[in-house]
């Protein structure tokens, strides 16, 4: 048995607890089972609406110290003998303490996107494209396996495909935020191309997730010609396949993008976020649009701004596309799998 421990609520949104059970899919197809081990209700909701088994821990997402006892004797009943975390909370001593209270025996694994500590740990997972520059070969020794790069990212099987451009006679536009807009920024996306009449001839498609301003955006998509709204998106890789440019954050999206080589202008809403942004505007990739914590107007604006001059810039849309070649190809979840379960 596999275990997996992750959370997902209003605080820390889904990212986390989506990409390991996209890992769960890749781990059940090489015929292993699956048990995810969660806070509580809410974060259970999630591998429940998938049909994976879970085990509530009844703890505190945010200290998960106290739990541990409680974690180490559900893994004990259900044979756990591999265990994949995901957490910002799971931090160095909980690390030491679980190893230490399952008397090394377990395997653990651990996703890391900010490389700011050392773990003891079997295998760690940072698919990020800047992860190769955090000196984690100086910092673990060879008995850690690191799995590093977008070519380890765990994206949905459909991003592995191809897929022929549909032909529309004009050009389309992504707008989507992942899986939650806090800061309403595609609401004020849409109130800024709505005093652009040089955009009116382009489709945009903006992908609804958990906003708080979903009606409002529906109700001003009603009013445009142009604005096209996607909720409960299963194909996004045949979405973002069709479109000419995105405006995405700066999320596992942007990864999911270099798969489908949709060339995109990219915003922070989080600190995690910060890394991935500069890393990818800083080698051409993507445009960097602002960070909508600062100013949200200001950088809606130049946001608009910049899709203005790249949609029509064949020369540097081409040139984005070629950077993109060769950073995911899609099958990361069957290789983090893979590793996972060798040994």
């Known amino acids: 048995m596999i275990g997996i421990r992750a959370d997902a609520n209003k605080t820390i949104a889904t990212g986390h607890i989506m990409r390991c ?3 769960a899919d890749a781990i059940v197809e090489l015929g292993e089972e699956v048990i995810f081990f ?5 974060s259970a909701q999630w591998p429940k609406s ?3 088994s879970y085990e509530l821990l009844d703890s505190d997402w945010a200290n998960p110290i106290g739990e541990l006892d409680t974690l180490v004797t559900r893994m004990s009943e259900r044979e756990v003998r591999i265990l994949l975390c995901d957490s910002y909370s799971f931090n160095t001593e909980y690390y030491s303490l679980l190893r230490e209270k399952t008397n090394s025996e377990i395997k653990l694994v651990c996703m890391d996107d900010l490389g700011k500590e050392v773990y003891p740990v079997d295998i760690l997972i940072n698919y990020n494209a800047y992860a190769k520059t955090l000196g984690y070969e100086d910092k673990y020794d060879e008995s850690v396996s690191l799995l590093l790069g977008p070519m380890y990212a765990p994206l ?3 991003f592995a495909k191809s897929y022929s451009r549909e032909s529309y006679g004009q050009k389309q536009v992504l707008i989507a935020s992942g899986g939650g807009d806090s800061y309403g920024v595609c609401l004020a996306l849409m109130e ?3 005093q652009r009449k ?7 498609h903006i992908v609804i997730g958990n906003q708080a301003d979903g009606d409002k955006i529906a109700r001003l998509a009603w009013c445009c010609h142009n604005v096209f709204l996607h909720k409960g998106v299963e194909e996004m890789a045949r979405l973002m396949s069709d479109c000419d440019v995105a405006i995405s954050a700066a999320g596992t999206m942007l990864t999911e993008l270099c798969a489908m080589k949709v060339p995109a202008i990219e915003y922070v809403m989080a600190d995690n976020q910060q890394q991935n942004s500069d890393y990818y505007s800083e080698q051409g990739i ?3 649009g602002g960070d909508v914590r600062q100013d949200l107007g200001v950088v809606a604006k130049n946001i608009i701004d910049e899709l203005e001059k790249l949609i029509e810039d064949k020369a540097r849309l081409s040139a984005m596309r070629s950077k993109m070649t060769g950073i995911c190809d899609g099958c990361g979840a069957s290789r983090l799998a893979k590793e996972i379960l060798m040994g």
């Open 21 to 23: 059970m996209t890992i």
């Open 38 to 42: 969660v806070a509580d209700e809410e």
């Open 50 to 52: 998938r049909g994976f």
């Open 156 to 158: 949905r099987v459909q």
């Open 192 to 194: 800024e191309l709505a």
């Open 198 to 204: 040089t955009l009116e001839d382009i489709d945009f």
């Open 286 to 288: 993507m445009i960097y």
